[in-house]
């Protein structure tokens, strides 16, 4: 076997490949980017035309779609007056371009004859597109419709008129001269229809189709075909290129994700750039509505969205980082299973990339630290010991079950506290419903205000023993108005 019948036999098993690794692919979305693109080309079909010959007067416009436009209302039985008739013309023009759409769409995805997020396969079936609505609709129609309720609309004085500019020298029979114009015309605006179909789809494609993941356990995926055949080539051939390199994000808040959304667009195309994040948790936590958590106001799902969702063009490990090694740039990482994957002898990490991948260790070439930030106690262990903080989820909800607990507490008070020492059941009641917020921020005053609702609704609603008096939430800082900067 020679190396042509090699590279053509991997190139089949290439394509094969990629029939089969297309995730996240949705038959109505796809249809839907066809139908666009077929809107988007009807009106680069009409617009220059009809904008060239708007103003003009019908009995001396031969040319352009204005005329095209009333010849097609009186198709649908609107005659006058005009501008109902081009409104009707335009309205049956753009039903055609919805139902050519639809066909086209149907077509491409029952027989997936080209993959369309390649640009050059968009532009290819686009062209197919355009051909074949000519020559199976434009022509039938034209010779049967069209041509007939052109001859009745263009006026025969009209045609006398050119008759006699013959015999003067002048110009051919308009009627003639038009039908010849239009044909030109006609192909020329159904290639421009059939390549703005095919570029646009392909584009709504890449940015919003199907993705394809990589079929060597890379977890990587790409928004477009020709990408994933690229890094097929020349990542996962049997001499890989040396020269990749490696961006690892450590943290997968705000800072870090927002990191790997810049980098996946700026890279997209580029395979020899490998990106990884690293996060001890697998989702991206909203943190700015923590206190609504607390407070019950939404649920925990509504702030939460999974990393993985966002890696389209990179690895994530859920691991938390032990240490950071600059000088060798390589960073240790740790996931809940480490120790019994370890004990079977197996590599925490990327087991398929050996480069860059060294037991425990993550290599890099670039790093992005992102992690975040703990609560700051300053030293004062009782005060870290017994309070609350509000930056995790797990904070959020402890919060929350700790208010309730206090609430029921309160509520349970002994009748005969009220009745023997009112004194005593009000201090106590008083105590129960203490709240301290260290912090006047936008979380200190947030939590504060969501808090406070919350435990005020919670004793109108439920907890008819509780005097609302007697609920306190008091905000600790140290400038009154720090919340304004």
């Not at 686009?126 to 034209?142: K, M, R, S, T």
């Not at 097929?232 to 943290?251: A, C, E, S, V, Y």
């Not at 930056?391 to 002994?414: P, V």
Request: proline fraction near 2%.
């Amino acid at each position: 076997m020679d190396k042509r019948q090699r590279e053509s036999q991997e190139q089949r098993q290439q394509d094969i490949q990629t029939q089969q690794v297309r995730i996240d692919f949705s038959f109505k979305r796809e249809v839907f980017f066809i139908v666009a693109g077929a809107l988007l080309g009807g009106v680069a079909m009409a617009f220059p035309l009809t904008f060239l010959s708007v103003g003009s007067d019908i009995h001396n416009t031969h040319t352009g779609y204005y005329l095209t436009w009333v010849v097609f209302g009186h198709i649908l039985g609107v005659n006058s007056p005009i501008t109902a008739t081009i409104t009707a013309g335009f309205t049956i023009h753009f039903l055609t371009a919805t139902c050519i759409g639809i066909l086209a769409g149907v077509f491409l995805y029952k027989t997936n004859i080209l993959n369309i997020s390649k640009p050059s396969n968009g532009l290819r079936f686009g062209l197919l597109v355009g051909i074949i609505v000519y020559l199976v609709f434009a022509i039938p129609v034209e010779q049967v419709v069209l041509n007939q309720e052109f001859r009745r609309v263009i006026p025969l004085s009209e045609q006398t008129t050119a008759n006699s500019n013959r015999n003067n020298n002048n110009v051919i029979i308009p009627l003639d001269g038009f039908q010849l114009r239009s044909t030109i015309t006609t192909i020329m605006m159904h290639l421009l229809f059939g390549i703005t179909l095919g570029l646009f789809s392909s584009f709504l494609s890449i940015k919003f189709g199907a993705r394809y993941l990589c079929p060597k356990h890379c977890e990587i995926s790409f928004s477009r075909i020709d990408t994933l055949q690229n890094h097929l080539k020349i990542i996962h051939r049997d001499n890989p290129i040396q020269n990749t390199k490696r961006i690892l994000i450590l943290g997968g808040g705000f800072g870090g994700v927002g990191v790997l959304n810049k980098l996946q667009q700026r890279y997209q195309t580029d395979v020899s750039i490998d990106m990884v994040i690293v996060n001890k948790d697998n989702y991206l936590l909203f943190t700015p509505m923590l206190h609504e958590i607390a407070s019950g106001t939404i649920e925990t799902r509504h702030i939460v969205t999974p990393i993985r969702t966002f890696c389209k063009r990179s690895r994530f490990y859920c691991a938390s980082v032990e240490s950071i090694d600059l000088e060798n740039k390589k960073v240790k990482i740790k996931s809940s299973l480490a120790s019994s994957v370890q004990q079977h002898g197996l590599l925490v990490g990327d087991s398929i990339d050996s480069v860059k991948t060294d037991g425990n260790y993550l290599r890099y070439d670039y790093l992005v630290i992102a992690i975040g930030s703990d609560t700051k106690f300053f030293g004062m262990l009782d005060v870290q010991h017994n309070s609350f903080t509000i930056k995790s989820l797990n904070d959020a909800i402890k919060l929350r079950n700790h208010i309730i607990y206090l609430l029921e507490q309160a509520d349970q008070l002994l009748p005969q506290y009220y009745y023997d020492n009112t004194s005593k059941y009000i201090e106590l009641q008083k105590l129960l419903l203490t709240f301290v917020i260290v912090g006047g921020g936008f979380a200190g005053v947030e939590t504060a205000g969501e808090l406070n609702d919350f435990i005020r609704d919670s004793i109108k609603e439920f907890y008819h023993n509780i005097d609302k008096e007697n609920v306190r939430i008091i905000i600790v800082n140290q400038e009154t108005d720090s919340c304004q900067k």
